[in-house]
């Protein structure tokens, strides 16, 4: 199985912030990953595919990059409403696996 | 828009076998693959398989060996059986779409307890 580790675990920011989390693939995963945003008690909401490509309706301050091992997603000016557990997915190979998450509190 | 309503028992004897079914409406589940995955408490997410509308499955060998899931097209409902459930079985129970092997919406997940 793919190992997906994401890195910081968690962190404390401020609202106004740009923000960058990192996830980082123990093999080539080609671009098939995904960022997904979790709040407490809530679904996972996806807010990313493909590496790059922004779900619909989630808004333009999420962006991601990367391809093969290393992808990074960045909220440019991090809001109240992003406080949030994410994780990404890679869908590259069997069996789907997601990273350990990294929270992001506020500060 | 599709919504997706996972059901099921809220508690499960250890050994016993859970059952839960996803309920799709505002759309047909006949196309695109559909998952279950599944989150323990206070611990990250696990993907435990999907199934595509015409009945084709893929487990994650974590679990192959304990899982089943099933499609009824007629009900627009698929469903996820997991044989001899331990006390690591305990988790929130998400279903979701799986349009290209990442999920673009979720149900709201229900809690499964396994405990005698």
């Known amino acids: 199985a793919i190992r997906m580790t994401q890195s910081p675990s968690s962190f404390s920011a401020s609202t106004g912030d740009r923000v960058t989390i990192t996830c980082r693939a123990s093999?080539?995963?080609?671009?098939?990953l995904a960022w997904y945003q979790q709040k407490p008690g809530k679904a996972p909401k996806l807010l990313i595919y493909?590496?790059?490509t922004l779900q619909s309706g989630v808004p333009s301050r999420f962006s991601g990059s990367g391809s093969g091992t290393d992808f990074t997603l960045t909220i440019s000016c991090l809001q109240s409403e992003d406080f949030a557990t994410y994780y990404c997915?890679?869908?590259?190979?069997?069996?789907?696996?997601f990273g350990q998450g990294t929270k992001v509190e506020i500060k | 828009q599709v919504q997706l309503q996972e059901s099921g028992p809220g508690l499960v004897k250890p050994s016993e076998t859970l059952s839960l079914t996803c309920t799709v409406s505002?759309?047909?589940?006949?196309?695109?693959?559909w998952s279950w995955i599944r989150q323990p408490p206070g611990k990250g997410l696990e993907w435990i398989g999907y199934?595509?509308?015409?009945?084709?499955?893929n487990y994650n060998p974590s679990l192959k060996s304990r899982v089943t899931i099933s499609v009824d097209t007629s009900k627009n409902q698929f469903s996820l059986k997991l044989s001899s459930v331990t006390a690591a079985d305990t988790a929130v129970y998400y279903c979701?779409?799986?349009?290209?092997?990442?999920?673009?919406?979720w149900g709201k997940g229900t809690t499964v307890t396994v405990s005698s």
């Open positions: 979701a779409r799986t349009p290209d092997y990442y999920m673009d919406v």
């Open positions: 505002g759309g047909s589940i006949s196309s695109y693959y």
């Open positions: 199934i595509y509308y015409s009945g084709s499955t």
């Open positions: 093999q080539g995963i080609s671009s098939y």
């Open positions: 493909a590496a790059s």
């Open positions: 997915q890679q869908y590259y190979s069997y069996p789907l696996t």
